[in-house]
Every structure is written in structure tokens, then in C-alpha cells.
């Protein structure tokens, strides 16, 4: 979990990126600095097919990569 005191009040880059179980980048949902704390986004899955992608979240040093299931 990112936790804000591990940048101080600093603003970071940050980047959300989902992918297909191909490694193709399907959408780019965050890609600017951003402040600590919790930040919100929204996926717009509807143009694409039901199955599973992987979602990658860059910030600073960390980096984490995490499954999800698309049903429609």
C-alpha cells in the first residue's frame, strides 16, 4: 500500500496503466504528478471484451502489477 508519509508532501509522478493478458496497453488512467493521499479514477471498460487484465501502478520506487476480472 502507498502510504503518503512515504513522500512527505512532495508531488510524484504517477502512472496507472491496464493491460490485456497480452501485455498491450489497453488505457492509460493516470499519468501526472500527484500529491500523497487517496486519489480516485474510473475505468471505462465498455469498449472492450470481458476477460482478464492486469493493472500497473508506478510511483516513485514503487511499482505493483495486480489481476482483475472484466465481466459485462
Do not use: Q, W
Not at 514503487?62 to 482483475?68: A, I, L, N, Q, Y
Request: aromatic content about 10%.
Amino acid at each position: 500500500m502507498i502510504s503518503p508519509s512515504n513522500f512527505g508532501n512532495k508531488m510524484t509522478d504517477v502512472r496507472l496503466i491496464v493491460f490485456d493478458a497480452l501485455g498491450k496497453e489497453v488505457a492509460a488512467l493516470v499519468n501526472e504528478k500527484l500529491s500523497p493521499g487517496s486519489h480516485e479514477t474510473e475505468f471505462e471498460g465498455s469498449n472492450i471484451p470481458s476477460g482478464i487484465y492486469f493493472y500497473k501502478i508506478e510511483t516513485g520506487s514503487f511499482v505493483e502489477t495486480k489481476r482483475m476480472m472484466l465481466l459485462k
